[in-house]
Every structure is written in structure tokens, then in C-alpha cells.
């Protein structure tokens, strides 16, 4: 465009971690600051509880209710599905979109309970592929001292030692020679929130003007 900053669309921002290493709260800064430089952003949580997948998929988590370990894994993966179109849309309407968890999250935490990682990756194959995560990385020893944990069902310190295991993995592939464009940054999370604050919105400035090259898929 006439700015020479010429900005097809939004750039996708996925916050990926453990239990409590701080997405939520991070992904509520960045947001503040996006909108506080009139940058268009919006922001998005998976799961996303709203919707009948969604609803399904909280009763299970609060372990209110039980369900096979693949049906549950479709299930979270559906519930992304559901919202692929808008989150292309947005995206394509110049808005800067950031996401609490995705397929990332999908495939660490199945995989930590021993589903086969392929089989764990497959349904969520051809979603829209995020420019850039942010995995915010703490040990499970300093997550477990932080406010709530304990109180869903993957909460637990062995687990969470297996789901970081394998987000390392999922980090290795995705910036490796397969990711396309897609960047991924490993982020200190045992930092102080303003530290983290900081290291994270170094990786987003240089996409924060949109991003020219078509939005890709996953793997
Ligand atoms: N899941 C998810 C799957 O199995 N498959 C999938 O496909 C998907 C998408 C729920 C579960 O679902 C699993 C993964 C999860 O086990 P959720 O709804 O995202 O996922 O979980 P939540 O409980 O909302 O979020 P988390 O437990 O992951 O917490 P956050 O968002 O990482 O942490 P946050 O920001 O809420 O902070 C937690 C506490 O720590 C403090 C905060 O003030 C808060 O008290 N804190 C810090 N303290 C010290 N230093 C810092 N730097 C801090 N940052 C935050
Ligand atoms: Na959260």
C-alpha cells in the first residue's frame, strides 16, 4: 500500500504452555497492548466452553463426566474446527488475532497420556497455521506452586512433565525445515510477568503491521 508497510491481513499469535505458565495472563496484556497502539485484535481460548463441543468438553476436564481418550481428543479438535472459518475471516479482515491454546495443546497433552503422536496430530491437519507461538515454558515444580492447580484433570505433575516432553517435540518440528513461515519462540515463563511481558512482546512487534505471505495450514 502507499505506506510501504503494505498489510494483507492479521497475523496469527498462538500462546501455547503447561498448566498455569501464565497464557491467559499474557494473552490479556498483549491484547491491552495491541488496542492501546489501535492496533485491530482480537482474541480467542481453546477450548472454547461456549459452544455444545465446548460445554462437553468442560464437563470432562472438571471430571464431572468421563469419555474414551480418543473421543475426547476428536472432541477438542472439532471444537477448533468449528471455528476455523472465523478465525481465517478475521485474520483476512486485517485483524490481529491471538489464540489461548490450539492443535499444539491438542497434540502434547494426548500424546502425554500415550495415544500415538501421528494419530494425535492427524485430525487437526490443514487448520490454519499460526504465524507465529509464543510456548511460554516453566517447570512443572514452579507451575504447581501457582494459583488453582490442581483443580482439572491434567493438573498433575507427572503428566505435566510428559506434555512439556512433548511440546519440546511438537517446537522442534514446527521451526524446523516442514514450518513453512511459522515461527515458534520458547519463552521463560518461571520470570516474573513483566519479564514475560517484555520477552513476548519482542517476538509479536515485527508482526503486529499484518503480515504479507497467505495464511498457511497446518503440517
Ligand atoms: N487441552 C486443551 C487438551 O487436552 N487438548 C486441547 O486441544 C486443548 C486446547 C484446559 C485443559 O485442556 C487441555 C489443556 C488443559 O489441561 P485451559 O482452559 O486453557 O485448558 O486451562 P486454564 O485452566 O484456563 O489455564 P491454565 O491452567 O493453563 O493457566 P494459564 O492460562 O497458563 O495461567 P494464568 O495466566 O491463568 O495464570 C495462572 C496463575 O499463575 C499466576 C496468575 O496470576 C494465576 O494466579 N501467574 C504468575 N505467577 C507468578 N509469575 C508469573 N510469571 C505468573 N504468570 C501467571
Ligand atoms: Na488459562
Known amino acids: 500500500d502507499q505506506t510501504g508497510q503494505s498489510s494483507n491481513r492479521g497475523a496469527f499469535i498462538v500462546v501455547e504452555g503447561l498448566d498455569r505458565s501464565g497464557k491467559s495472563s499474557q494473552a490479556a496484556r498483549l491484547l491491552e497492548r495491541l488496542q492501546t497502539a489501535n492496533i ?8 472454547d466452553r461456549t459452544t455444545a463441543i465446548g460445554k462437553t468438553i468442560d464437563s470432562y476436564l472438571r ?34 488475532l491471538l489464540c489461548d491454546r490450539y492443535a499444539f495443546s491438542g497434540i502434547a497433552f494426548s500424546a502425554a497420556k500415550g495415544l500415538p503422536y501421528d494419530w494425535c496430530r492427524a485430525p487437526d491437519i490443514s487448520l490454519p497455521a499460526p504465524d507465529l507461538t509464543l510456548f511460554l515454558d516453566v517447570a512443572p515444580e ?4 501457582r ?7 491434567y ?7 510428559q506434555v512439556r516432553v512433548m511440546f519440546q517435540r511438537l517446537g522442534e518440528e514446527t521451526s524446523g525445515s516442514g514450518g513453512g513461515r511459522q515461527r515458534w519462540v520458547t519463552i521463560d515463563a518461571g520470570q516474573s510477568i513483566q519479564a514475560v511481558e517484555e520477552d513476548i512482546w519482542r517476538a509479536v512487534e515485527p508482526l503486529v503491521h499484518g503480515v504479507d505471505n497467505p495464511l498457511e495450514r497446518l503440517w
Open 142 to 145: 514452579v507451575a504447581r506452586e
Open 155 to 161: 493438573e498433575k505433575e507427572e503428566m505435566q512433565r
Open 40 to 47: 485491530p485484535a482480537k482474541l480467542m481460548k481453546f477450548p
Open 63 to 96: 471430571s464431572e463426566s468421563d469419555l474414551d481418550d480418543r473421543a475426547i481428543h476428536l472432541l477438542f479438535s472439532a471444537n477448533r474446527w468449528e471455528l476455523a472459518t472465523s478465525i481465517s475471516s478475521a485474520l483476512h479482515s486485517g485483524t490481529t
Open 147 to 153: 494459583g488453582g492447580y490442581g483443580e482439572e484433570r
